[in-house]
């Protein structure tokens, strides 16, 4: 089974700096999706940021950039230039990639709130 | 497009009452995910749906749950009789086969039985 831990229940950063959320996960799978959610206060999930384990290029969408460490099991998002708008409970999800049963499932973190400080 | 649309936002029940959540998936997507989120638990799979067809519902908590997926454009979570217990926030994903691992979320249900 697959389980995804981010350590960090809540964290706060000044408006225009930048914030690191950490995120580790468990699996024994070698191919696999990692991905972001972001859930502002009206409670959508957005999709952030999505990483192909099979690429070593870390993923980046304009302000935000993960470090992916595939050997570490480690996902963090690196938010740049933060803004009041990136106030929001940030999830982070795997997949893995085979085909039949139990293949597209989602498995998420606990999320960390992050709120942005004028 | 008006992305995945959830119906009601908000159901307030008794307990023992039926409780039936409604979605619309994004069109021409033929993956649908219903999710129940808590403070405790967190986000969680409770079943999906490929072209229709129940593919894994492991994740259904007992019997009084169930899902229907009767064409491409609508489903339905069922709880009946429901418990206070079932109090979260519902949500229903879709997605398309060539982009399977990108699942876009509606805005979700909140219920709440007392």
């Known amino acids: 089974a697959q389980t995804v831990t981010q350590s960090q229940p809540e964290m706060s950063v000044q408006e225009a700096e930048t914030v690191t959320l950490s995120c580790t996960y468990d699996?024994?799978?070698?191919?696999?999706?990692l991905f972001w959610y972001k859930q502002p206060p009206s409670r959508q999930m957005i999709l952030v940021i999505r990483q192909e384990a099979y690429k070593q290029q870390n993923a980046t969408e304009n302000r935000f950039s993960v470090n992916f460490q595939k050997a570490a099991k480690s996902f963090s998002l690196k938010i740049s230039d933060s803004q009041l708008g990136d106030t929001a409970m940030y999830f982070c999800?795997?997949?893995?990639?085979?085909?039949?049963?139990?293949?597209?499932?989602?498995?998420f973190g606990k999320g960390t709130k992050l709120s942005v400080i004028p | 497009d008006a992305g995945v649309i959830q119906s009601p936002r908000h159901e307030v029940t008794e307990m023992g009452q039926e409780v039936t959540l409604r979605c619309k998936p994004i069109s021409g997507h033929d993956y649908l995910f219903w999710y129940r989120q808590t403070m405790m638990r967190g986000l969680e799979l409770l079943i999906y749906f490929n072209n229709n067809v129940p593919i894994d519902d492991s994740g259904m908590p007992e019997d009084r749950f169930s899902a229907k997926m009767p064409n491409a454009s609508f489903s339905t979570l069922k709880i009946q009789p429901s418990e206070p217990r079932d109090s979260a926030v519902y949500f229903c994903a879709s997605s398309l086969a060539e982009t399977t691992y990108e699942q876009y979320f509606g805005p979700g249900t909140r219920l709440t039985v007392t």
């Open positions: 699996t024994s799978e070698n191919n696999y999706y």
């Open positions: 999800a795997f997949t893995p990639i085979y085909s039949g049963a139990g293949s597209y499932q989602l498995t």
